[in-house]
């Protein structure tokens, strides 16, 4: 089957993998809609059990080679190239001595490419989103399925899959193998769920109906999810119950893992006012959509989380010319009268030549017959369109929407740069994550039967992007002009967090806290401090797994949780008053209470802020709180030394200030350029700053939390309503920050 350079056919594929091992397992996932979701959510899981995993998906969003992660990290430019070079390489080998032969298409390059990645990276488990069908597509190709997976089915390619359900789901059913479990999506409908119980009998494939597991929706649907999210959890969370069933996975331990995973490019909030200053409250909403069934659970979530009711949307809008494609039924799923409308192209691609937008005229034509007020035709591209929307919309929601070639438009032109401005992960650096690998957890892990009391909270200051050295290169993190010699730093206070860990072993648990505050790279500075931890062998700090006798002071009993599950990441934290707020809640999400005390790493000179303004302001008891301090060398006494000069009012104090050192992350999305003069000149400042509003809801301090969010975090405490009731905390909204209400009961007092 062979269509506008997309040639379906696993013949090429298995000759190129012939005699090639694969060294891991996989889980299979297919489906219409949900699929590259529900594989991230299965990525997530897998870390937080600290099983090494590569993540397969596509299309890719801003360059091939962030379809293919390694725990969560795109892999190494190098490696994608070498691995790609001896593929290609192969090929031709093969071609010359048989000219008969087809030469391998691009995606199947890519597949290889991907397969080539995860066998390099030792990893153990391989999650692999099909890229077209199921039955015929390259990925098809795998030998040792642990599961497969089958999420929902749509309408969508029917030049290649068919024009019905059935026979798309047919198509679907193929990656189905005999003695393989199988997961389906059970809110399919009934022609469809047939056909995949036929094909499961004929090939013997035992079947596994979501709607079959008793409590699984259930219990998913009572979380405020919206149903798309319920139905993709429940496929990862079946999946992998299936795949380690010795780990006891239940619901309610999955949910907390779950519900603070996004997925690039679906329902995501991309922060544009870098380039479009007249927006400053909302980020825009993206969103893939491209078919009629996601558009309708678009249109749901537009409907019921982001129309307000004396306001319409405004639309930015690309669809591709693909043949059986539905935009007209898609744009009249999700326009309102009295919506508008930008309608614009995107980006060719060289690995999809025949990927092309639908005409600007056709396309305005559609928008209109579906009731838009004013439609808009961007002949010069998206910065065009954007600015169009964003202007018009006069502060209402702006939605992205129609393509992922869009969606991949809009981080790369609007957000960030290419990928390859900044450092990769390794090989060196996979090799010592697999060495400790059965004690990384980059994602928060499982909830212990007897919960911590004490709560270690590192503050994090920076990213570290993997390298060679391990951090010891600065070249290797991402961090602000004014930090420039205080990665080292960084690293004591990562090595303060593990001896505070291992010391109050069993009864604390460790967060390393920080969102992912740079616009180069979607990696939070906690997971890259836990990564780095992970590369490092925790420096020796806590036990390796295979030791018997720990080299540490604390009694390690065999009853107790393995002392790496109980360190976890906080990836929303946007300043040093989030950093304790969002740990506290974290702790409760992952033990179902809140700590007695509280032992806080970060710099010394921080210390008046964080324990006398936040910790006091938040409403945890002093005499509870632990602070360990670390100034870098050009800090030492910088407290100390603001106290001497008294308040700081001048105006160029404060400007230093504001870029340098209350910038708590360490990076605003951009490098700073100030100086460790004006950081130390800033400090008072920044003490006074939160005096005057303790929790950050000001326009100063919200500003600054903004400018430290690229990648648009809803600014909100809970992952549901049901959360938010149980905490035991009263809160309210100002200006799209959910803060604490002040002089309300605290549930740790």
């Not at 299965?42 to 962030?66: M, Q, V």
């Not at 139905?231 to 079946?238: E, G, L, R």
């Not at 006074?688 to 975090?713: F, I, M, Q």
């Amino acid at each position: 089957m062979a269509m506008k350079g997309i040639s379906l056919g696993l013949h090429r594929i298995s000759r190129a993998l012939e005699g090639v091992p694969q060294k891991w397992d996989a889980i299979h996932v297919a489906g219409t809609n949900g699929k590259g979701t529900t594989c991230t959510y299965l990525s997530a899981l897998c870390k937080s059990f600290g099983i090494s995993n590569g993540l397969f998906t596509s299309p890719y969003l801003i360059e091939p080679r962030d379809a293919i992660k390694i725990n969560g990290t795109p892999v190494a430019q190098d490696v994608y190239a070498d691995v790609n070079r001896k593929i290609l390489a192969d090929d031709q080998a093969r071609l010359s001595q048989d000219a008969a032969q087809e030469a391998l298409s691009l995606f199947e390059v890519t597949t290889l490419i991907a397969f080539g990645v995860f066998s390099r990276a030792d990893v153990q488990m391989g999650i692999v989103e099909v890229g077209l069908g199921g039955r015929l597509d390259s990925t098809n190709a795998l030998r040792r399925k642990s599961v497969t997976v089958i999420t929902k089915i749509g309408l969508d390619h029917q030049a290649f899959l068919g024009n019905t359900l059935p026979e798309i789901a047919k198509e679907k059913a193929g990656i189905m193998m005999a003695g393989v479990p199988c997961v389906v999506d059970g809110s399919n409908p009934p022609e469809v769920l047939e056909v995949f119980r036929q094909h499961a009998a004929s090939v013997s494939a035992p079947l596994h109906l979501t709607t079959s597991q008793p409590g699984l929706l259930e219990t998913l649907y009572d979380s405020e999810l919206m149903p798309h999210q319920a139905q993709n959890m429940a496929c990862a969370i079946a999946a992998f119950q299936l795949a380690y069933p010795h780990l006891n996975l239940s619901v309610e331990k999955a949910l907390p893992i779950l519900k603070v995973v996004s997925h690039l490019g679906r329902l995501s909030w991309l922060n544009v006012e870098a380039k479009h200053p007249s927006r400053k409250e909302k980020p825009i909403l993206i969103d893939g959509a491209h078919n009629p069934q996601s558009a309708e659970t678009l249109s749901t979530y537009v409907e019921r989380r982001l129309r307000e009711a004396d306001k319409p949307v405004t639309w930015i809008v690309s669809v591709s010319k693909q043949d059986g494609k539905d935009a007209a039924g898609m744009l009249r799923t999700l326009l309102r009268p009295g919506d508008n409308v930008a309608c614009v192209g995107f980006s060719r691609r060289e690995t999809m030549p025949w990927v092309e937008p639908l005409p600007l005229e056709t396309l305005r034509e559609m928008a209109s017959n579906a009731g838009a007020k004013e439609v808009f035709e961007s002949k010069d591209g998206l910065e065009e369109a954007t600015r169009w929307a964003v202007e018009t919309a006069k502060g209402g929601p702006v939605v992205l929407t129609g393509s992922l070639y869009l969606v991949g438009d809009a981080y790369r032109i609007l957000s960030f740069p290419m990928l390859s401005e900044f450092p990769p992960i390794t090989r060196q650096q996979w090799r010592r994550l697999h060495s400790t690998r059965e004690h990384t957890t980059s994602v928060e892990a499982m909830t212990s039967t007897a919960a911590p009391t004490n709560l270690i909270v590192v503050c994090c200051h920076g990213i570290w992007t993997g390298g060679p050295t391990n951090g010891r290169a600065e070249s290797e993190w991402l961090i602000a002009d004014f930090q420039t010699g205080e990665t080292p730093t960084f690293v004591e206070h990562i090595k303060a967090g593990l001896t505070a860990l291992r010391d109050g072993y069993p009864a604390s648990a460790l967060v390393f806290s920080g969102g992912p505050t740079r616009k180069e790279t979607p990696l939070s500075e906690a997971e890259s401090y836990a990564n780095l931890a992970a590369a490092n062998a925790y420096f020796g700090i806590l036990p390796p797994p295979s030791s018997s006798s720990p080299p540490c002071p604390s009694p390690f009993s065999s009853s107790s949780p393995p002392i790496t599950s109980l360190i976890h990441t906080d990836t929303l934290a946007l300043d040093s008053y989030h950093n304790i707020l969002h740990s506290l809640l974290l702790f409760r999400r992952l033990y179902a209470t809140y700590p007695q005390t509280l032992t806080i790493v970060s710099h010394a000179f921080k210390r008046p802020r964080i324990v006398d303004g936040h910790c006091a302001a938040i409403g945890f008891s002093l005499d509870q709180v632990r602070y360990v301090g670390i100034d870098p060398p050009g800090m030492k006494g910088a407290a100390d030394a603001a106290d001497a000069a008294g308040s700081v009012s001048t105006t160029a104090a404060a400007s230093e200030e504001e870029k340098n050192e209350e910038d708590d992350k360490g990076n605003e999305g951009s490098s700073g350029n100030g100086s460790k003069a004006g950081a130390i000149a800033g400090v008072k400042h920044a003490a006074d700053e939160w005096t005057v509003d303790p929790h950050g809801v000001g326009p100063s301090l919200s500003g600054k939390r903004r400018a430290r969010n690229p990648w648009g975090l809803a600014d909100t405490l809970f992952a549901s309503e049901e959360e938010r009731i149980q905490s035991g905390l009263v809160t309210r909204f100002v200006d799209g920050h959910e803060t604490l209400v002040e002089d309300a009961k605290r549930p740790w007092a």
